[in-house]
């Protein structure tokens, strides 16, 4: 079936059913008569409306939003969504703090360690303490970016327990924790050095102690691997803030390796055992150099998870059809051997005439049903540019702007064969939770629509039955697509046609909704051809494109309305305003006894 479509989204190769089948038609307006006057759409256009934009359409909010009013009940609500990340950060901070609180008595009190606190005072046990939350922390900081340990863990209850999806949030909090407890750690000792210069017999004046004091700092074993990782440190958050890492990825990337000289340097800074403790054994095996103990768990995994990189990168891998698609969009379709994946996840691609060390994420757009992988991928800057480029696509030709709107297959070239790709994963994501829900919300902006091409297509594959897909417990997918203009829909167009066609059960609700102000002239247009038309001017689907944001309060309200007691998954995946916005929502509407809207996101 997959193979007689040119694109993977290419769904065009079924026979139209009549619209009149379609099961979401009500008889009364199938006649002509009975529509509520409040639907200002043209009645044609009314017909085409699915359910959920027919209640949207009413002016009145249906279900209004959840309001907890005992304790209790608040906590419940809380629970849906914020509750178990929330508890799973307060556990770990109510770790660090057991940690300075039994590290900073244990360091104060401990016996072997008077001739320390006489000499140093109270910064000795600070500079310890720090030290020893920088240990625990080290356990920790490896663990969520192992991608293939946290898509195996995904897979188990503690799914249900730990936030998954918040991996990077989580590496980005033990990331600083490390960041401040190393400023206090130097603090501490900066004032024990100062107090070392000062108590140094050979340093007669002010110039021999400062002299003695910057020995103390770059001379001595733990002063100058502590100033190395102190730099690696900084410049890794310097290049890793939020704003750097967008404008200039390959610095972040780069500069991130520094985490090995990071590492090393620690190991090495605890093993000089420059404070001695009072009693033998002064520097054992297990008192000194403790750190790689704390990393060894993360540690062996990352570099397990290195090492599988490497392997897979080494499997059979070919590029088996390109298309070019309008919009800048190109669809990739790679041949695999060893790969199994799941609707909704992501693998990294490097191709090594590019770049041998640049892997960049992109979400599949295949589904597991179908015997290949491909990704959708939005030309937007030098990786993605040149990748096109070694592909043969030509986004720069007039002709690209009219292309056809399923995407033209790029021949492979003549005089030289396609370059290699290597491909990693696939890895885990929060949409990949769709079939655990009777009722989804599936939101895709822009390009963020990629991870829903291969949920839709493989619901679409499982009502089909077809390659003896397993039947699924999903009984209504809402799927919503904001984009800003026409050109953005187009690649996706074929898909959605093919699930119209299909879903005789009315299991596929789509909308779509267009953002970009329109000119006079284009909506005149879009009026004309959309009156009496069975299908969109736009989009050519039954269900009408919406004009401006949609409302998200309407949306809610109405799901809420249509699925009471039920679960339903909200899926995200574009932009933080967007997904601010779901998220509020998702909690607005929430309600413990009725329907809870669980909400998971995805970003770019
Ligand atoms: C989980 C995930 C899934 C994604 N899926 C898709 C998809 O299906 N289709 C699609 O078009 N894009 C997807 N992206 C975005 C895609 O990875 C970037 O657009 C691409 O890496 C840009 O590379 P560039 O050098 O061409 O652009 P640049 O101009 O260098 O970067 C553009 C943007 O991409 C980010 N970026 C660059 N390199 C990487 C990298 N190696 N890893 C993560 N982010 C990077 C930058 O921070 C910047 O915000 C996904 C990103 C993530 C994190």
């Not at 057991?98 to 360690?113: A, C, H, P």
């Not at 989580?170 to 400023?183: D, E, Q, R, V």
């Not at 033209?408 to 994501?429: A, C, E, Q, T």
Request: aromatic residues 14%; proline residues 5%; positive net charge.
């Amino acid at each position: 079936m997959a193979s007689k479509r040119s694109s993977g989204l290419d769904f065009s190769d079924r026979s139209v059913p009549h619209l009149d089948q379609h099961p979401d038609l009500a008889p009364q307006y199938m006649n002509g008569g009975d529509a509520p006057a409040h639907l200002q759409r043209n009645k044609t256009e009314r017909r085409r409306l699915q359910g959920l934009q027919r209640s949207t359409t009413n002016s009145s909010v249906t279900a209004a939003p959840y309001q907890p009013s005992t304790f209790k009940e608040k906590f419940d609500a809380w629970m849906i969504n914020e509750g178990g990340k929330r508890l799973f950060f307060s556990v770990w901070i109510f770790l660090h703090i057991l940690v300075i609180i039994f590290g900073f008595m244990n360091y104060q009190l401990k016996d072997n360690g008077v001739t320390a606190r006489a000499t140093f005072g109270i910064t000795y046990p600070i500079a310890r303490t720090a030290a020893l939350v920088l240990h625990v922390d080290v356990a920790f900081i490896l663990l969520p970016v192992c991608r293939n340990f946290i898509s195996l863990l995904r897979r188990t209850p503690l799914n249900q327990i730990i936030p998954f999806d918040k991996n990077i949030t989580f590496h980005k909090a033990t990331g600083w924790s490390i960041f401040w407890f190393t400023n206090i750690h130097i603090a501490a000792h900066m004032v024990n050095f100062t107090k070392l210069a000062l108590a140094d017999t050979d340093a007669k004046n002010t110039g021999q102690r400062i002299v003695a004091f910057i020995l103390a700092n770059f001379a001595t074993g733990p002063g100058a691997t502590g100033w190395i990782m102190t730099a690696a440190l900084y410049t890794m958050i310097w290049f890793a803030m939020e704003k750097r890492r967008r404008a200039h990825f390959e610095r972040f990337w780069y500069s991130h390796h520094l985490f090995i000289v990071f590492f090393i340097c620690w190991q090495l800074h605890g093993m000089f055992c420059m404070i001695k403790p009072d009693r033998p054994p002064y520097c054992s095996f297990n008192t000194i150099g403790v750190f790689w103990r704390y990393w060894l768990v993360g540690g062996v995994i990352w570099i397990y998870e290195r090492i599988l990189r490497e392997v897979r990168s080494r499997h059979r891998t070919y590029v088996s059809k390109v298309i070019q698609h309008p919009s800048k969009v190109m669809e990739v379709q790679i041949k695999k051997e060893k790969t199994k994946t799941r609707a909704g996840q992501y693998i990294f691609l490097c191709c090594p005439e590019i770049s041998y060390f640049q892997w960049h994420p992109f979400t599949l757009t295949s589904a597991p049903e179908e015997d290949y992988i491909s990704v959708h991928i939005r030309v937007v800057g030098d990786f993605t540019s040149a990748f096109a480029k070694s592909l043969g696509c030509d986004f720069d030709s007039k002709g690209e702007k009219n292309s056809d709107a399923g995407g033209k297959v790029v021949p492979p070239p003549i005089n030289r064969v396609l370059p290699r790709v290597m491909v990693d994963g696939p890895f885990g994501s929060a949409s990949e939770d769709f079939l655990n829900y009777e009722t989804v919300l599936l939101v895709g902006a822009g390009i963020g629509v990629t991870p829903f091409a291969s949920i839709l297509k493989s619901i679409w594959y499982r009502m089909n039955n077809f390659n003896h897909s397993k039947p699924t417990r999903l009984s209504k997918v809402y799927f919503t697509w904001v984009i800003r203009d026409f050109g953005a829909a187009e690649w996706f167009h074929s898909l959605l046609h093919a699930i119209e066609e299909q879903d005789t059960q009315n299991r596929i609700e789509i909308n779509i909704y267009l953002t970009a102000k329109i000119k006079d002239d284009d909506m005149t247009n879009i009026i004309v051809q959309d009156v009496g038309a069975e299908k969109d001017a736009i989009t050519s689907l039954r269900a009408p494109t919406h004009f401006g944001r949609p409302n998200w309060d309407r949306v809610f309200s109405s799901i809420a309305d249509k699925h009471p007691e039920t679960d339903v998954g909200v899926f995200f995946c574009g932009p933080a305003v967007l997904s601010r916005q779901l998220h509020v929502m998702s909690n607005k509407y929430s309600n413990p006894k009725g329907t809870r809207f669980f909400f998971g996101k995805e970003n770019f």
